[in-house]
T-cell receptor
Framework: GAVVSQHPSRVICKSGTSVKIECRSL??????MFWYRQFPKQSLMLMAT?????????EQGVEKDKFLINHASLTLSTLTVTSAHPEDSSFYIC???????????FGPGTRLTVL | DAKTTQPPSMDCAEGRAANLPCNHS???????VYWYRQIHSQGPQYIIH???NNETNEMASLIITEDRKSSTLILPHATLRDTAVYYC??????????????FGQGTELSVKP
């Protein structure tokens, strides 16, 4: 299957700083990528749909100024958590569709801890 | 996309078949049933999907009822490595790559020796 990577796998930051998480499709091009957040013992919650060359589409209740998404190329989407606070600590996961395929492939996730 | 209902947890003995049920009574005609699983602290992994016929691949079998209101994922010979949360998701597609996957609470399967 197709491979999606994320970097970093784990990040610890101080409250008030910004953190950037990268999502890459390694062996396919993806015009659409998705960002999810998962709190402990909970299911994945879709945050936004990242579209190459255009603005991201955010799910209801997700602050677009807080979670900045950039999809500058067909293989890279980035999620920036701005002015992070302890409540933003979570497991962030991205996913992507190969353009001609129908399966959504997930990255390994990024564990964010805000102190 | 239609909602799904799954039992929160199930146990299965190693080597036995694991049968995971899913109800999706509001599924519409163009919606598929997808199954993913998530092993602890990893990204979800695709297992199988189907529209109305039963499907089988190297990982599992998917049985969809004739009225399509429910389905069962079957892991024929469960191993300890199959311990994970299993998600049943209904969505339009395939060949609709823009379709979002909305995850419910899933079933936490524990395979025991």
């Amino acid at each position: 299957g197709a491979v999606v990577s994320q970097h970093p796998s784990r990040v610890i930051c101080k409250s008030g700083t910004s953190v950037k998480i990268e999502c890459r499709s390694l062996d396919f091009q993806a015009t659409t990528m998705f960002w999810y957040r998962q709190f402990p013992k909970q299911s994945l919650m879709l945050m936004a749909t990242s579209n190459e060359g255009s603005k991201a589409t955010y799910e209801q209740g997700v602050e677009k100024d807080k979670f900045l998404i950039n999809h500058a190329s067909l293989t890279l989407s980035t999620l920036t958590v701005t002015s992070a606070h302890p409540e933003d600590s979570s497991f962030y996961i991205c996913s992507a569709y190969p353009d001609r395929d129908n399966e959504q492939f997930f990255g390994p996730g990024t564990r964010l801890t805000v102190l | 996309d239609a909602k799904t209902t799954q039992p929160p947890s199930m146990d299965c003995a190693e080597g036995r078949a694991a049968n995971l049920p899913c109800n999706h009574s509001t599924i519409s005609g163009n919606e598929y049933v997808y199954w993913y699983r998530q092993i602890h602290s990893q990204g979800p992994q695709y297992i199988i999907h189907g529209l109305k016929n039963n499907e089988t691949n190297e990982m599992a079998s998917l049985i969809i009822t004739e009225d399509r209101k429910s389905s069962t994922l079957i892991l024929p010979h469960a191993t300890l490595r199959d311990t994970a949360v299993y998600y049943c998701i209904v969505r339009s597609g395939p060949y609709n790559p823009g379709g979002k996957l909305i995850f419910g609470q899933g079933t936490e399967l524990s395979v025991k020796p």
